[in-house]
């Protein structure tokens, strides 16, 4: 791998090319011989920091360090450089492994069976009669485009109130006797019921407020 050094304000010693030489060529083993790197480093204050680039084929990878001294500040960028081209690695693997969509929608249709043909009446060669197939029709019931509206009739009637006051028992007695499914009236207190006769068969008592 090409690496270009570049130094600002420091010095940079043959170990620490040695070293970063060591470095780039674990990380050329997973990105490939092709990548190119620079490595720059610089002063800043009281801290040391080394930042380096690396360019593959499809993939840029930058990482900075920074300690004390430019050895460390190297060996931290030189780890996260290898952690990224790691990733990429695995990702680029798994990309592999997938299907390609090209692939999915190439695939030829899913044809169904087409279904057997009526038998004949008659069993060739053998004279037998043939099985035939089960069939039931099937009632198709249609709405009349026009609803007919039927207007209510209003009836007015006074056999629906009783007069007099009277128990709940005897008002059910009572609409029995008379054969009213609706029945108002008061009780001796004068407070003021409604009896009516519900779609099951069963008495209903309305108290009204």
């Known amino acids: 791998m090409e690496v270009e050094y570049t130094a600002r304000q420091v010095s940079v010693p043959k170990a620490l090319r040695a070293q970063a030489e060591e470095g780039m060529e674990r990380i050329a083993r997973i990105l490939g011989k092709t990548a190119r790197a620079s490595i720059m480093f610089r002063a800043q204050r009281h801290l040391h920091i080394a930042e380096l680039t690396v360019k593959a084929r499809l993939q840029t990878i930058v990482a900075a360090g920074k300690a004390a001294t430019l050895e460390s500040a190297l060996r931290q960028a030189l780890a996260h450089a290898e952690l990224q ?67 209510p009739h209003v009836l007015r009637s006074e056999e629906a109130m009783s007069m007099k006051a009277m128990t709940i028992e005897e008002a059910v007695k009572d609409a029995e006797f008379r054969d009213r499914d609706l029945l108002i009236f008061r009780n001796v207190a004068g407070d003021l019921f409604v009896l009516h006769r519900r779609r099951d068969g069963q008495m209903e008592l309305v108290e009204v407020p």
Do not use: C, W
Not at 98 to 110: D, G, M, S, T
């Open 85 to 151: 081209a790691q990733r990429y690695r695995d990702r680029h693997y798994q990309r592999k492994r997938l299907p390609k969509e090209e692939r999915v929608l190439e695939a030829p249709p899913v044809v169904r069976q087409k279904t057997r043909a009526a038998a004949p009446e008659l069993g060739v060669g053998n004279g037998k009669p043939a099985r035939a197939k089960a069939s039931a029709a099937i009632a198709v019931h249609s709405f009349p485009a026009n609803m007919t509206m039927v207007e």
